[in-house]
């Protein structure tokens, strides 16, 4: 079902699946039975993120050429889908559907609607995240900028990501990791 219905995603981390799919049951047991599921084959887990073994995509030969236009211009910055269309010379619906299959690969995330990192990108977020848990029990807006060197307001949208994802959760103005088996560690 979560497959289903949220199809621009390549799955869910192990402790959203237990709040999912077994809330009551406690946690050790959960992740016991995840890990049965992935050595029986039954689960993958690719990158964190666990999904069924049918679960997979890949670029058709109509848009491969495409991803290959697109894939270099993406650095350390964020693209939005309508200012990535207009570099390319391309329809907006076009690429939109475009980055949601590359989004389903693992090759780009979207942090907010139609504004894509590259997944290593969001993995060096992660990082940094789990460093200012370690450091500091958590992270805040103004730490998570300071450190990137970013806006206050794209700091915002990537910590609300991560809260969306399940890797942390909000706790007044801190964001405590919550999951840190997701995103590339």
Do not use: C
């Amino acid at each position: 079902e979560y497959h289903q219905q949220h199809t621009d995603q390549l799955g869910l981390g192990r402790a959203r699946l237990r709040r999912m799919a077994l809330p009551q049951q406690p946690e050790t047991l959960v992740f016991m039975m995840i890990d049965r599921l992935l050595k029986a084959g039954a689960l993958r887990n690719t990158r964190g993120w666990l999904h069924l073994p049918e679960h997979g995509l890949a670029f058709s030969a109509e848009e491969a050429p495409l991803w290959a236009r697109i894939e270099p211009l993406f650095g350390d910055e964020p693209w939005w889908v309508r200012d990535l269309a207009s570099e390319l010379g391309e329809e907006e619906s076009r690429v939109r559907a475009l980055l949601r299959k590359a989004a389903q690969l693992g090759h780009v995330t979207a942090v907010v609607v139609d504004r894509y990192y590259l997944s290593r990108r969001i993995d060096q977020f992660a990082a940094l995240i789990r460093e200012l848990d370690a450091e500091r029990g958590g992270a805040n807006a103004a730490d998570f900028r300071d450190r990137l060197g970013v806006g206050r307001k794209l700091a915002i949208q990537v910590l609300e990501f991560f809260d969306r994802s399940g890797f942390t959760r909000r706790k007044g103005n801190e964001h405590l990791l919550r999951d840190g088996g997701l995103f590339g560690n």
